[in-house]
Nanobody, 124 residues
């Protein structure tokens, strides 16, 4: 079981920036796929960005050009740099790790581990 520890988040005004971090605790492999999801109050968890072990990166249309996912392999950490934030970006952000090849990156059931979550609040 991959354990994920998140940090970052906070409150900003529209147009501001925040960075989220997610450290994973495996020594022998890089998780097949890691991703960031956002969950707004009363809504389902939706995918924001993902990075595969092959370094392929995908983004949700709503964040393209504003968010950047990256990984530092030496630090075993995945980041989500969020720029030009909008109130619609408000929510809890979770990182997830998929250990094996499975399904769409948008499907939450394909992730075997989740971080504890980080709150992001964007005010207008």
């Amino acid at each position: 079981q991959v354990q994920l520890v998140q940090s970052g988040g906070g409150s900003v005004q529209t147009g501001g920036s925040l960075r989220l971090s997610c450290q994973y605790n495996v020594d022998t492999y890089i998780p097949y796929r890691m991703a960031w999801f956002r969950q707004a109050p009363g809504k389902e968890r939706v995918g924001v960005a993902t990075i595969y072990s092959s370094d392929v990166i995908l983004y949700a249309d709503s964040v393209k050009g504003r968010f950047t996912i990256s990984r530092d392999k030496a630090k075993k950490t995945v980041y989500l740099q969020m720029n030009s934030l909008d109130p619609d970006d408000t929510g809890m952000y979770y990182c997830g790790a998929a250990k094996i090849v499975s399904g769409s990156w948008l499907d939450t059931t394909t992730y075997s581990s989740w971080g504890q979550g980080a709150r992001v609040t964007v005010s207008s």
